[in-house]
């Protein structure tokens, strides 16, 4: 049978997915795959942190080189015109054809702009695509009032971004209340009062009549009420409809109010011609949301393997984050099931409003409006997919959680039918397949499962799951640092704090037993070095180091160390640069520039160390902590003060942080950088911190890294201003320093934190668990207790006797330590070399 | 206390060259040998240990730069290189049963440390 050739039409976050498990499934077929848009696919969901400094690649779901890789046709920035069925052919408006076995039409929506006269002005926008985002940013640059005419979910976040971009935003709406699909009357009030105090206009209750000539702005919009408002812009995001004119066309069945009829296997009318996601009508539904979309995708791509999945619908449920409101809604929010009782919750001055909709006799849920406080919405989303019966006082699910109150529904009582994370529509069933397969962490379970990889809305009812089912199987996750302690790192921090213990031998007598071993003691020496800064190589703390601490350099595979001098932000003087080559010429040492911007000499001796130093400290330089768990480097960019498009001084930035933050003790190392613009030639967003300049400020980007697993890092805070900057970083430092675990860099103690960069935000910003304090005050006793470890050892006559290479014998060398001749330097001889040149002596 | 075995004993340096809770290198007879001090736990005496300093694993003279790890009650030298046990009792590797590095008889002699050659 020849190859079967599949056209999918449409390069959406829907198609694209439908294209990933065609791949998955590594059949043989040829797939093309035609988009409208001039860019691959990309995440629609976070489609307005683009606003907030993210770039249209870091949206990116994919790229042409994946396909290309995949041996997937790609063919984007074209529309299809019209469908050829009996040819079974799709013809794009370029005009190039395609022919087809199967065709799979998956080319969304686009925003309905109602037909209001003067709606086409060049200042009237729609927020759909990273294009339009783009015109938006460009209009709000010469705007000072903005319109977003729709208070549905995208309306209200796109109003978020006007605000955010320094407009005074105001919504528009039609209907009574804000999304009123999701909330009943109560809630949508109560989130009206919440966004105004954040200083959104919102004018329910408006039919626009016409937009004409503003008088103190460019528009005004006429209403039907006789009231007008005068703005600069207008952004239309009154509801979708669905891209169906090219099916319309070809005479495929088409639903009275719009979409592509499919059926179960989301075939259309025609057997040879599917259609999925938001131009798709199932069961006289359009489902606007991309969850329900995968799982169409999902039973689309399964219908040519001989397992076919088939789509009933999908629920609707959604919890989100508007304006920095929670909201959540499930099922029938509005109570309309014959029969159905509803308890109510208001709370004014906290401004929380909850209200369920149960069964006539109590037992089911049907339905609930979270606005303001989101903590139930993952039990009652349980309640309400898994029928499972409520108990006797349904309203104690919402009422506030006092002593004796509301029953926490365990992880125990879910089936393992249920949904855990419905954006990769991981179920418990799943969850407990990868742990009698073999995970046994959050992170494994992760990473097998992808489960809260989407949204993250799921974290901590996964982390609840996982623990729970861990531990049914007498998996007791063993924290214990080791056998000497049964004890996590973040204990034996807290205890070391709590209890002012200072040594190792102290720690040992109260809180473990035996006599350590080369786990516990540099934890713990990095414990007292974050909580006391003493001197690690003072006496008791001499034997907990790791041999890269004890003798402040960094062991190569031959016992010969490298030496790092602190360069901070990567700027030095030609003096200093002079002052590196002759000591590295006078000790024969190997140079090399470090990724970190900084020179590694390698191949000093132990006894070399501290005399190679002695230079050095003369010379101005400071140790550069590459031996430690510490501070390492914090790269720049040469910034506004050379640069043609830097908007703030990245390298004077970058030396203050190196230098406020140098010496400081980790549970792991740590990296920085500053980027003086958007460009980011630093790389911040490749490390622990980063920073990047704004026309306002910086922003700061949390828990990346570079290494085996890369991440990229969070973007925390935007447009803070230098002592915010300082002030965030402080307490993300010492909250990461405090709880993370031994050897845990920041992007796995995040991953592992239980709400993620939310909560790390609640904590640092809002200060939720009330340490800020605390944290800076922690901080700046390590800043003002900083020393030069290699200064104070080069001082001490006593510290530099534990240098000699041998005890009786000052003038002997080790002799395995052998080099040869590369590229102009030395490097440590091979085996083979050694025996050669050992036998040539001999 | 064991007893001494040693024919001939070589003095290679005195009680404040150790460090507590830590190792040094002497040369004895030409080979490197790595001398640790083990701070007394509950009621003994400071122990002391030498093995020899190459680490046959890493391949690198080594060993007295090592951590002092007692391993389920048992007295070892975690290699700085790669982290395997040797136990400084016996020289065993813990986590390769074939390999094995030389271990020394050390002892006082009033405020001389000596080696058993």
């Known amino acids: 049978m020849a190859t079967q050739k599949i056209v999918v039409v449409g390069n959406g976050m829907v198609g694209h997915h439908y294209v990933d498990q065609l791949i998955g499934y590594g059949l043989d077929v040829e797939i093309t795959v035609i988009g409208a848009e001039p860019r691959p696919a990309y995440d629609r969901v976070h489609l307005s942190e683009f606003f907030a400094g993210k770039k249209p690649e870091e949206l990116a779901l994919t790229t042409r080189e994946y396909y290309q890789e995949k041996g997937v046709k790609a063919h984007f920035g074209d529309a299809v015109a019209t469908i050829d069925r009996d040819g079974k052919k799709v013809i794009t408006e370029a005009g190039i054809s395609y022919s087809y076995d199967k065709l799979v039409l998956a080319t969304g929506s686009y925003p309905f702009v109602p037909p209001i006269p003067g709606g086409e002005r060049d200042n009237c926008l729609t927020y759909r695509t990273i294009d339009d985002l783009g015109a938006i940013k460009a209009e709000a640059a010469k705007s000072k009032i903005g319109v977003v005419v729709g208070g549905g979910l995208l309306g209200l976040e796109c109003a978020n971004a006007l605000k955010n971009l ?19 009357e109560g809630g949508s009030k109560m989130l009206r009062r919440k966004i105004e105090a954040l200083g959104v206009f919102v004018h329910t209750n408006k039919a626009t009549k016409e937009i004409v000539d503003g008088k103190a702005c460019r528009l005004r919009m006429n209403f039907a009420d006789d009231s007008h408002l005068d703005t600069d812009m207008i952004v239309f995001s009154a509801g979708i409809r669905p891209y169906d004119q090219v099916a319309r066309a070809a005479g495929l069945e088409i639903a009275p109010r719009g979409g592509i009829v499919v059926d179960y296997h989301c075939r259309t009318s025609d057997s040879d011609i599917y259609a999925i996601g938001e131009c798709a009508n199932f069961g006289n539904f359009i489902y606007g949301l991309v969850a329900p979309g995968y799982r169409m995708a999902e039973a689309a791509a399964s219908q040519l393997t001989p397992e076919k999945q088939a789509f009933h619908g999908a629920d609707m449920s959604t919890k989100l984050k508007l304006l920095g409101v929670d909201v959540g809604s499930i099922g029938d929010s509005h109570g309309r099931a014959e029969g159905s009782v509803s308890y109510v919750f208001s709370d004014e001055r906290l401004e929380v409003y909850k209200r369920i909709n149960v069964s006539g006799d109590g037992k089911k849920l049907l339905g609930a409006v979270l606005v303001g406080d989101c903590d139930d919405y993952d039990t009652l989303l349980q309640y309400f997919l898994n029928d499972i019966e409520l108990p006797e006082n349904p309203e104690s699910m919402i009422l506030p959680h006092v002593a004796g109150g509301a029953p926490q529904l365990g992880p125990a009582a879910l089936p393992l039918a249920a949904t855990i994370c419905s954006c990769h529509n991981v179920s418990k069933g799943s969850i407990v397949d990868a742990i009698d397969g073999g995970c046994c962490s959050l992170g494994d379970i992760k990473s097998a499962t992808k489960a809260s990889t989407g949204c993250g809305g799921c974290s901590a009812l996964l982390k609840s799951v996982v623990d729970y089912e861990l531990e049914a199987r007498g998996v007791t996750v ?22 002012n213990i200072k040594t190792f031998d102290e720690l040992l007598a109260k809180h ?5 071993c080369e786990i516990c003691k540099p934890a713990a020496a990095s414990i007292f070095a974050s909580l006391w800064n003493d001197y690690i190589l003072a006496k008791p703390h001499v034997g907990l180091q790791d041999t890269n601490d004890t003798f402040l350099a960094n062991m190569q595979k031959d016992g010969t160390y490298s030496v790092v001098p602190r360069i901070a932000g990567g700027e030095i003087t030609p003096d200093k640069l002079i002052v590196l080559g002759q000591v590295a010429k006078k000790y024969n040492l190997y140079t090399k520039i470090t990724g970190g911007q900084r ?3 390698f191949g000093a001796r132990v006894n070399e160390l501290p005399l190679i130093w002695k230079e050095l400290v003369d010379a101005g330089f400071e140790t550069g902590h590459a031996y430690g768990k510490s501070l390492r480097t914090v790269k720049s960019c040469v910034g506004s003060t050379w640069c043609r498009y830097g908007v703030q001084d990245s390298v004077g930035m970058a030396i203050f942080i190196e230098n406020r933050y140098k010496g400081l003790r980790s549970p792991h190392k740590l990296k920085s950088a500053v980027s003086g613009c958007t460009r980011e030639c630093a790389e911040a967003q490749s490390k622990d911190f980063g920073v990047i300049a704004t026309e306002n400020g910086w922003n700061l980007y949390l828990c990346g890294n570079g290494g085996m697993k890369p991440r990229h890092a969070d973007l925390f805070a935007t447009d803070l201003d230098d002592e915010t900057l300082i002030k965030y970083i402080d307490r993300f430092l010492m909250f990461y320093v405090r709880s993370a675990d031994r050897l845990q860099r920041t992007s796995v103690w995040l991953d592992n934190l239980e709400g993620g960069i939310d909560y790390l935000r609640e904590v640092i910003i809002d200060d939720r668990l009330g340490i800020c304090a605390e944290l800076e005050a922690q901080m700046n006793a390590v800043v003002g207790t900083y020393q030069c470890e290699w200064k104070t050892t080069v001082e001490d006559p006593e510290q530099l006797k534990r240098f000699r290479q041998f005890v009786n014998a000052p003038n002997e060398k080790d002799s395995n330590v052998i080099f040869v001749e590369e590229r102009g330097q030395v490097r440590p001889a091979t085996d083979r070399e050694r025996q050669q040149l050992i036998a040539k002596s001999a | ?31 490197q040998v790595a001398i640790f001090s083990v701070p007394p736990s509950a009621g003994d005496k400071t122990a002391l240990y030498a093995i020899g300093n190459w680490d046959p694993i890493g391949k690198a003279n080594v060993l007295s730069r090592g951590i002092v790890a007692d391993i389920g009650g048992v007295i070892t030298l975690a290699s700085p290189l790669y982290k395997q046990h040797y136990n400084l009792a016996t020289g065993q590797c813990l986590e390769d049963h074939s390999v094995s590095v030389p271990v020394y008889e050390v002892a006082l002699d009033g405020d001389t440390v000596v080696i058993g050659v």
């Open chain 1, 478 to 499: 063993d924290k214990s640092l080791c056998e000497h302690f049964a004890f996590t790192r973040q204990d034996i921090f807290h205890l070391c704090n709590i209890g």
């Open chain 2, 1 to 31: 206390m064991k007893a001494l075995k040693a024919n001939k004993w070589q003095s290679v340096c005195t009680v404040s060259d150790l460090v507590s809770g830590s190792g040094i290198c002497a040369l004895v007879n030409g080979q």
């Open chain 1, 512 to 516: 473990g037993k035996g006599l350590g």
């Open chain 1, 599 to 601: 020179i590694d000499l």
């Open chain 1, 166 to 184: 320094g407009l005074e935003a105001h919504v528009v709406e039609f209907a009574p209340g804000l999304m009123g699909v999701q909330l009943d």
